[in-house]
């Protein structure tokens, strides 16, 4: 019993003296990343230009796809527009054209289709010769329940969508965007890093993509070709509309879909490895980072109504009784 005891003290004692020696370098990491922002500025600091350069962008019917389209419309960039609805494409070139895109192309396809994918990289080459940036942004988010779920076909379908389908276009255009030492930009999620209740495969997906393109900076790949990835938070757009009333807050603050783009846009004309939009979404990794439990209780008590942890629950249970517990942690539901 004792030796139980000194193990258990001795650990406590670990952890704390290890979180502590991480909280000491914190001040230094911090210098140290921005000063290399400082030299990256220098180094980049003017945007690159992208007029007449080829833009492959998934996802470009509607929400953030559709609006980095037009950003780089503005810019005066090629397009070629990929998504399952021709129509929705068909509009959202045309307004690419008024925004000033020297020419618009769509290219309907499915991207959990293997061949799909490499359609519309043999489009972009047929059509234009070449490929400067590929926008891998196509995703969906079927917000439930894990035990929600009625087979594993619902729950492959998210991640055929927003993992596998950038994995396979990526695969078929690197050749091309080597050659012309090209970009890549991911639209990757905040929930990447943060848990959130009914998103449990989405997250898993939009994890698994910023390993994989994270993974690629450090291979050849990486080298001749820049890779921007773009973490949003709750933002106005048909993915979020599309989630029933509670999965996405009220309260919650959501950025517009437009400035979200443009955000996105900006950090890969300047090469940065990464964007967090909005921006005051980092706090949340450094509470990743300190005391992550926060970020499980918060989501249990204010999303689901549930009592943060089990002791507590016990404990209110044991003061107010299990109906009156209840009742106090579904009043401080805001959704």
């Known amino acids: 019993m004792m030796s139980k005891m000194m193990k258990t003290v001795w650990r406590w004692i670990r952890d704390v003296a290890f979180s502590v020696s991480l909280l000491l370098m914190l001040p230094s990491a911090i210098s140290f990343c921005k000063f290399l922002n400082l030299v990256n500025l220098i180094l980049f600091g003017i945007p690159i230009n992208v007029k007449g350069k080829v833009v492959l962008v998934t996802g470009a019917s509607?929400?953030?796809?559709?609006?980095?389209?037009k950003e780089y419309a503005k810019?005066?960039?090629?397009?070629?527009?990929?998504?399952r609805r021709e129509h929705r494409l068909q509009e959202v070139a045309e307004e690419?054209?008024?925004y000033g895109a020297e020419d618009a192309l769509v290219c309907p396809a499915d991207l959990t289709n293997p061949d799909d994918c490499k359609k519309i990289v043999d489009f972009t080459i047929a059509s234009f010769g070449r490929?400067?940036?590929l926008v891998n942004n196509a995703g969906i988010a079927g917000g439930s329940f894990f035990e929600e779920y009625k087979s594993s076909s619902q729950y492959k379908k998210i991640l055929d969508t927003d993992f596998w389908g950038h994995?396979?276009?990526?695969?078929c255009a690197y050749e091309h965007l080597r050659r012309t030492k090209g970009q890549i930009i991911v639209t990757d999620s905040m929930t990447a890093f943060l848990p959130y209740p009914y998103l449990a495969v989405y997250s898993a997906s939009k994890s698994a993509l910023l390993n994989f393109f994270e993974t690629l900076r450090i291979e050849s790949i990486g080298k001749p070709i820049t890779i921007t990835i773009a973490f949003p938070g709750f933002i106005h757009s048909e993915l979020a509309a599309l989630e029933s009333p509670g999965k996405v807050p009220w309260w919650f603050p959501l950025m517009r879909t437009e400035d979200a783009a443009k955000a996105i846009v900006e950090a890969a004309?300047?090469?940065k490895r990464q964007v967090i939009t909005p921006s005051w979404y980092s706090a949340f990794l450094w509470w990743k980072l300190t005391i992550p439990e926060i970020l499980?209780?918060?989501p249990r008590v204010f999303i689901l109504g549930k009592p943060p942890t089990t002791t507590i629950e016990t404990m209110c249970n044991v003061l107010l009784g299990k109906s009156?517990?209840?009742?106090?942690?579904?009043?401080?539901k805001l959704s």
């Open 62 to 69: 509607s929400g953030i796809g559709q609006c980095i389209a």
């Open 131 to 133: 490929l400067n940036i």
């Open 75 to 83: 810019r005066g960039a090629k397009l070629v527009l990929v998504a």
């Open 96 to 98: 690419c054209k008024v």
């Open 269 to 271: 004309l300047r090469k």
């Open 324 to 332: 009156k517990t209840q009742s106090l942690f579904e009043r401080l």
């Open 296 to 298: 499980e209780w918060i």
């Open 167 to 171: 994995v396979y276009t990526t695969h």
